[in-house]
């Protein structure tokens, strides 16, 4: 087994199969502690790669996960403890996954119920390779004030009692982790706290045994005394009795093997843990605590005697100068999470959706800033609402009076379109207003009402690079793509689109500059050369002139106009006007009560 200390202040570790709250205890430790960086590097879930949002203090904070455990060794070499958190079926594949990493040097397994020959091959593998095992069927361990296992020493409150934030003179190895709290808080009271704490874990064959653990205490300069706590079965403790016997361990032992109990009953008793059965005399708590006694460590007439046993030690090593006083500090509050502090007021809650258009947590909603009462007594229409809540910014008067006609010109366009066609079928079918109106706005597409986004990235990236209409026609051709915004089934060129006209009066009217709308009318121009029906339709209108809207407004970065009209901003003109003709159509077939004037089947063609 390594030798020395395990874990430092920048010690960080890959916690393998996601599981918030030990995750997140651990960062709260480390906020406790002081710590500068977080001790989670990483997370391994086999699910997939990503970020998980946790609390480092008051900062929330993304941790990386990665989908294997070569992946996550790679992209975090310094973090160099395994936390497995695994279920007993995979706890040693991907424990021995980890032992192979050459960054990883320690790995805690926390499965119970891990097979013993799995087990005896992870512990061949670790002494081998001078590397560490800490279980299985442990909770872990932790170092005072500077890096802890999982669910190691329980809640914040135990931790804070037991003065586990700072560093103290003792350490302790235990073989249950449920006990290890209580050891904590019990050493706290009687002596300056712990420096460090192992649970070995409960198995017949644990990873690293006791006096693993009582040899490497003893060479850390800041531990001056060690407390044990074994329990029956097994004959773990015989391996620290030796130790003790052949003067290996120079430093004070208190220690108590618990199970003394065992005796009375009559037949051979099961306790907890796997290991925790004694065989014989050897394996009894009676034997174990008699041998260490004979070996030289202190141990008490009975637990209850441990407590007194172990202030005795410290106050003597206080007395004989061994021990200095630590300097106590004042750790930091850590926020309580919603669940908990919802009552008294102290709220910790992460975020999961980000609004820059309105807010709602004032006397009154906010447009983009801009208050309800503000706008309805400014006279705001609908494109000013518009105008705030999907660009973010008051435009100027005649941008809004645009937007709100280009609404007013295509909220319906007969009962024949498509859209419109689905949302009467629905309707007469006896679907509710939402249902009707859903299947007809899920028609829109670039063959129905979707064309306007298009029509302007086109008319744009040809205008920009200064190609002429033939050009740019001839490219869509090649390309083998249609010129969106050119081209009616109704209108030609004697007989044309009266919103495209009325659409292009106000602009030419009230536009500062209709540079892309006169380039799609020369477009249109020598489309009308090819085919009378050829010609500018409402969507090429629109998407043309809104492009000069957000030029010639001269309120919008390039940057913006091009992330507007690659969002679909333009598109949803189309869907907010089109949804007041569809509801329209609804209400409607609702009135008439007309049921679906045929069944469907009777529109299948079969044939021999």
């Not at 005896?120 to 001078?130: E, G, R, S, V, W």
């Not at 329990?231 to 030796?242: A, I, T």
């Not at 809650?349 to 208050?371: K, N």
């Not at 026609?473 to 209108?491: A, D, T, W």
């Amino acid at each position: 087994m390594a030798t020395g200390q395990l874990f430092s202040r920048t010690t960080q570790a890959l916690f393998y199969n996601y599981k918030q709250l030990p995750i997140q205890r651990m960062l709260d430790f480390d906020f406790l502690c002081g710590r500068e960086t977080p001790s989670v590097a990483g997370i391994i879930n086999p699910g997939g790669d990503g970020f998980q949002k946790l609390f480092f203090g008051q900062e929330e904070i993304a941790i990386p996960v990665h989908s294997a455990i070569d992946a996550a060794c790679a992209a975090h070499p310094t973090a160099d403890v395994f936390i497995n958190f695994a279920s007993f079926r995979s706890a040693a594949a991907s424990s021995m996954a980890a032992l192979k990493q050459p960054t990883i040097r320690v790995v805690a397994i926390i499965a119970e119920g891990v097979p013993e020959s799995d087990t005896k091959q992870l512990i061949a593998y670790a002494l081998a390779n001078n590397k560490v095992v800490i279980g299985p069927a442990t909770v872990g361990g932790i170092q005072a004030g500077a890096f802890k296992i999982g669910d190691t020493a329980g809640t914040i409150d135990n931790i804070i009692q037991s003065k586990l934030y700072r560093p103290g003179s003792v350490g302790f190895v235990s073989k249950s982790g449920g006990m290890s709290n209580e050891l904590y808080s019990t050493i706290a009271r009687v002596t300056d706290g712990i420096y460090e704490g192992i649970s070995i874990g409960g198995d017949v064959f644990p990873g690293s045994t006791l006096s693993d653990h009582v040899l490497r205490f003893n060479i850390i300069p800041q531990i001056k005394m060690i407390v044990v706590l074994g329990e029956l079965g097994g004959q773990d403790e015989y391996s620290l009795v030796e130790a003790l016997k052949q003067g290996k361990v120079t430093k004070p032992v208190v220690a108590w093997v618990s199970g003394t109990c065992a005796r009375l009953f009559k037949s051979e008793v099961q306790f907890g843990h796997a290991g925790a059965k004694s065989g014989g005399d050897m394996e009894s708590a009676q034997g174990k605590n008699q041998a260490l006694r004979e070996a030289g460590a202190v141990v008490p007439t009975s637990y209850e005697a441990l407590e007194a046993a172990i202030k005795e030690t410290f106050e003597k090593l206080v007395e004989g100068g061994n021990i200095t006083a630590v300097q106590e500090v004042t750790p930091p509050q850590i926020p309580e999470d919603l669940n908990t502090a919802i009552k008294s007021g102290k709220v910790r809650a992460p975020t999961h959706i980000i609004s820059t258009i309105s807010d709602d947590r004032g006397e009154e909603t906010c447009y983009a800033g801009v208050p309800m009462s503000s706008i309805v007594e400014q006279g705001y229409g609908i494109g000013d609402v518009i105008s705030l809540l999907w660009f973010k910014r008051s435009l100027p008067r005649y941008c809004t009076k645009f937007i709100e006609i280009c609404i007013m010109l295509c909220a319906d366009h007969g009962p024949c379109v498509s859209g419109a066609h689905n949302t009467i079928v629905t309707a007469r079918a006896g679907k509710d207003l939402v249902s009707s109106l859903v299947s007809g706005l899920l028609t829109i597409g670039p063959r129905f009402g979707g064309a306007i986004d298009d029509a302007a990235r086109y008319f744009k990236d040809a205008y920009d690079r200064n190609l002429t209409p033939y050009e740019f026609v001839e490219s869509m051709k090649r390309k083998g793509i249609r010129v969106p915004g050119i081209g009616h089934r109704i209108k030609r060129d004697d007989n044309r689109d009266k919103r495209v006209e009325l659409l292009q009066l106000f602009a030419r009217t009230n536009f500062p500059s209709v540079k892309y709308m006169e380039y799609a009318v020369q477009v249109e121009t020598f489309t009308l050369s090819k085919a009378n029906n050829l010609v500018l339709n409402v969507d090429g209108a629109i998407g043309s002139l809104f492009l000069d809207l957000l030029v010639g407004s001269g309120m919008f970065t390039k940057q913006e106009i091009d992330e507007i009209v690659e969002i679909g901003y333009l598109n949803g003109l189309f869907v907010l006007a089109r949804s007041i003709g569809l509801i329209g159509h609804t209400f409607d077939q609702k009135r008439l009560k007309q049921p679906l004037y045929r069944h469907p089947w009777e529109d299948v063609l079969y044939t021999k």
